[in-house]
């Protein structure tokens, strides 16, 4: 289903407040809800995300009059779609815009809190001047439009670091050596300059009549019951991990060594509670399908790398538990949408679509249409591919119901 230019235009603008890997583009969220909104109402659907990433699929159900709930379990997920999804009032922008101005740096060169490497990612008059902004940030965290303050902290961090800037995961390589020595008032403009995305941002959630009600948004594991709340869901889209080794966490390692110092312990997850992890492998070869054991697929992984084999395992034992809240939280005519891509490892392509069809068949939900590929253009990750050997060039949009 197509978006009109205009309307597809201000999804983008509402969208693109922070780089995100592997993120679901609004165009395919758009094409799985509009025919739901046009044969039901968007007044009788209760929409959830319980992967969210950056919001992406969340905005989209909010543009079209969705009542949206969405939970992540990495903090800055949660707080960059909390900046996505809340629409503030002309007053609270006009007083965020003059917090960020009212900002300034403390005029000091040595930063306060140094972890091991810190000197390779910043120059320390930059980091210092990081440290300044996010210690005045934190100071008005109990304004309306902390997340959005949050979030053009996050990207400026990225920004004026010696990350590689065409890649989407921060990574460090012969093409980015020396960190950027700029001066406080430049790291300042940088910062700004984010804040006025978020600001457009702002204007294209007005155009698009995006109501002023909060929705439902939580830094909570979707493992657990405490992702999902009360109410069944009447569509619940998300895009899991791929589940080929990914360090998911280590996207916003480097934003998160400046911000951990204030949250608490319960916005600290362990790497144990992560989908697609690597280590923490507790699942055995029953998690996976009986039919998979005995194919090529499998044979071909086990002997080259059964250590990544293992965590792929893990993988689809967490999936199992997903699909299973999943179910168990749908509505008897609901309808669930995973975006699915069937990933490399050790050469060897792992049909991850065909996976998930069959475990969501073991708890009672069926394919609906043929899976709706979307190509992927570009997502590089890293220069030099190092979790899998290809990179994803489509993915699926499945699409389940109850029998």
């Known amino acids: 289903m197509e978006l009109q230019t205009g309307y597809e235009r201000l999804l983008r603008q509402a969208d693109r407040i922070h780089r995100f890997p592997a993120k679901m583009t609004p165009r395919l969220a758009y094409s799985f809800l509009k025919p739901i909104v046009d044969s039901r109402g968007a007044r009788q659907i209760r929409f959830h995300d319980p992967m969210c990433g950056s919001g992406s699929s969340a905005l989209v159900a909010r543009s079209l009059g969705l009542t949206v709930s969405a939970c992540d379990i990495l903090y800055p997920a949660f707080v960059i779609t909390k900046a996505k999804l809340i629409r503030l009032s002309n007053a609270s922008v006009e007083e965020m815009t003059c917090s960020c101005s009212n900002i300034q740096p403390s005029g000091k060169t040595k930063p306060k809190h140094l972890w091991t490497n810190w000197r390779i990612w910043f120059a320390p008059r930059v980091l210092r001047c990081l440290e300044d902004v996010a210690d005045q940030i934190y100071g008005i965290r109990q304004e309306e439009f902390f997340p959005h303050l949050v979030t053009a902290l996050f990207q400026a961090i990225w920004d004026v670091s010696a990350a590689d800037k065409n890649v989407l995961v921060p990574t460090r390589s012969p093409y980015s050596r020396t960190p950027p020595n700029l001066r406080p008032k430049n790291v300042l403009d940088v910062f700004r300059r984010r804040l006025s995305r978020i600001v457009l ?12 009600q909060c929705p ?3 830094q909570v594991n979707s493992l657990t019951e405490d992702g999902w709340g009360g109410e069944k869901k009447d569509v619940i889209l998300s ?52 039919s998979e054991i005995d194919s090529k697929w499998f044979r071909n992984i086990s002997n080259a790398n059964p250590a990544r084999l293992k965590a792929f395992i893990q993988y689809v034992s967490d999936l199992r538990s997903f699909l299973d809240c999943c179910a168990r939280h749908l509505s008897k005519t609901g309808i669930l949408g995973l975006v699915i891509g069937n990933p490399q490892i050790a050469r060897q392509e792992v049909p991850l679509t065909r996976i998930v069809q069959k475990l969501a068949e073991e708890e009672g939900l069926v394919l609906e249409t043929r899976p709706h590929c979307d190509p992927i253009k570009t997502r590089t990750q890293n220069l030099r591919l190092r979790s899998a050997t290809g990179p994803i060039r489509e993915e699926f949009l499945l699409s389940f119901s109850f029998r």
């Open 201 to 212: 941002a702002q204007d294209a959630l007005g155009a698009l009549d995006v109501s002023f």
């Open 216 to 218: 439902e948004v939580h």
């Open 239 to 290: 895009s899991p991990p791929y589940g080929c080794g990914i360090d998911y966490e280590r996207i916003f390692r480097l934003q998160m060594r400046l911000w951990t110092r204030f949250l608490d312990e319960d916005s600290i997850y362990p790497k144990s509670q992560f989908v697609g992890r690597t280590s923490h492998i507790e699942a055995g070869e029953e998690a996976l399908p009986d």
